[in-house]
């Protein structure tokens, strides 16, 4: 996108927010870069330069507008749509590999050398992962220093950085402010969060239909790690340094969010899994124009446009849960999961709610015995075998796995079919164009649509929707009176 100077100039001219996390303007004159929707007058054209992200602008010595504020704009949509090594990498980068495990240790994530690995990011992002994860780091410390009282040494180190030295100079070269005064600058006017948790707002795309999002989690929640309560979507979070729980609520241009975490390293990891789980970095108008092109799907994106996938915070979770509700009723498989967590997971406070527990990790399920499984012999040995083959690493579901390669590696465990790949393959691996032709959710739709309601013949049919079919799944799946298209009014 930010190689096509006319588009780009088109869009900062008009302030289309839709490219709002595409690319960004860096003005010249004012060394500043911006968001394209930024709401200042237009800087003359021969004045503007374009980058492919925010770390790219400040590596060439422009520093954040503080009127549109482009590093809190929505993610680029490519990072989540595409399964090759730069968005896999950046996948990771936003997860905090960088910060954890270093450079060395987000090649080895990837399968790829150091080299070829930097090389990518700087021929397409004009920045390697150190700048990149800097970059992400700067905005960790916008966060805590704008929505917490930690003292500044405490949020220099929370955010990422080796030194209070370094914080002070990243802060006022990116923001032109020094850590202070941006705490001064945020706190005129505005009222404080409840001690120990930290509130923002998670931007979007517009438009954004959250019924089925919000419904989904809700419907299929797990009691003791998810919960509805006072109008917002609350559940455990287990996180690098520790844990944490978090409450998302929709508002018509934002989802509210608020964090309480253990340990204050985790916050930007945090962020990224919420705001991958709820797909805020999707692309809606590219997704519902292509589907709309299809007769069938035309009036259901007419009535609810912008639905999103709902995905996981954590890949093996949903896995070993995907598992759990084969062939059953989402009661049951939330039954089922809830034995599991109390029998295995480990416990936390919630002084604010009613959750108890973090979903139990595989390596803590690895020694469960399966006659206190409460299901067919058969899937007892298939969730055992996953989770044995998780927690032996075998099978990569996280932020920067092979897609494909994940596919074949589930699909050859015995007990795992179509669905469950396609299941996990949606929710877990972010894969946007996962397809559950054999849902019975998704059979029952095609059949009221006038679709074809055999697998294959449907599927064929859904060639016409790629690369969205996981957004056409949301459509269809829309059709039924399900809990899952239904926010609970309390």
């Not at 705490?183 to 795309?205: K, N």
């Amino acid at each position: 996108m930010y190689e096509c100077r006319e588009r780009c100039v088109r869009a900062v001219q008009s302030k289309d927010a839709r490219f709002d996390g595409w690319f960004f303007t860096a003005v010249l004159t004012t060394k500043i870069y911006c968001r394209p929707s930024c709401p200042v007058v237009p800087p003359k054209v021969e004045n503007m330069r374009f980058y492919p992200s925010a770390a790219a602008a400040q590596q060439a010595g422009f520093r954040a507008c503080k009127r549109c504020r482009p590093d809190a704009s929505p993610g680029s949509p490519e990072w989540n749509d595409r399964a090759d090594l730069v968005a896999r990498a950046m996948r990771l980068i936003a997860d905090g590999v960088v910060d954890r495990d270093g450079v060395p240790g987000l090649a080895g994530q990837l399968g790829y050398s150091v080299r070829q690995v930097q090389r990518q990011l700087l021929a397409e992002l004009g920045a390697g992962p150190l700048a990149l994860a800097r970059a992400q780091r700067a905005q960790t410390a916008r966060l805590l220093i704008e929505t917490s009282k930690l003292q500044m040494a405490d949020v220099a180190f929370a955010a990422g950085f080796s030194s209070v030295r370094t914080f002070n100079e990243t802060v006022q070269e990116v923001f032109a402010l020094s850590p202070t005064e941006l705490r001064h600058r945020a706190r005129r006017g505005t009222t404080s969060a409840a001690p120990g948790t930290i509130s923002l707002r998670l931007p979007f795309r517009a438009p954004l239909t959250p019924d089925n999002l919000f419904g989904h989690l809700i419907a299929t929640g797990v009691p003791g790690v998810e919960e509805w309560r006072d109008g917002q979507y609350r559940r455990t979070l287990r996180l690098p340094h520790g844990h944490g729980v978090v409450a998302l609520q929709p508002m018509p241009d934002h989802i509210a969010c608020q964090l309480s975490l253990t340990d204050q390293r985790d916050l930007a990891i945090a962020i990224s899994r919420c705001r991958r789980m709820l797909d805020l970095d999707a692309d809606p108008i590219a997704v519902d124009d292509l589907l709309s092109e299809d007769p069938v799907l035309a009036p259901l994106i007419a009535k609810a446009p912008g639905r999103r996938v709902p995905h996981t915070v954590d890949g093996e979770e949903f896995a070993v849960r995907a598992v759990l509700g084969q062939q059953v009723s989402t009661a049951a498989a939330r039954t089922h999961a809830h034995r599991l967590v109390l029998q295995h997971g480990e416990p936390i406070e919630d002084a604010a709610g009613g959750l108890t527990h973090l979903f139990p990790t595989v390596q803590a399920l690895a020694g469960l015995d399966p006659e206190t499984l409460a299901f067919p012999k058969s899937r007892r040995t298939t969730l055992t075998t996953l989770v044995e083959t998780l927690a032996a690493g075998e099978i990569d579901l996280g932020a920067g796995a092979d897609w494909d390669k994940a596919r074949e590696q589930l699909a050859a465990l015995p007990g795992i079919g179509p669905w469950t790949v396609e299941s996990i393959a949606m929710r877990a691996l972010g894969d946007p164009d996962a397809f559950v032709a054999s849902d019975l959710g998704i059979r029952y739709a095609a059949r009221d649509l006038g679709l074809p309601e055999a697998p294959k013949p449907l599927t064929d049919h859904a060639r016409a929707w790629r690369p969205w079919r996981a957004y056409a799944v949301q459509y269809l799946w829309a059709t039924g009176d399900h809990a899952i298209n239904k926010i609970p009014v309390e």
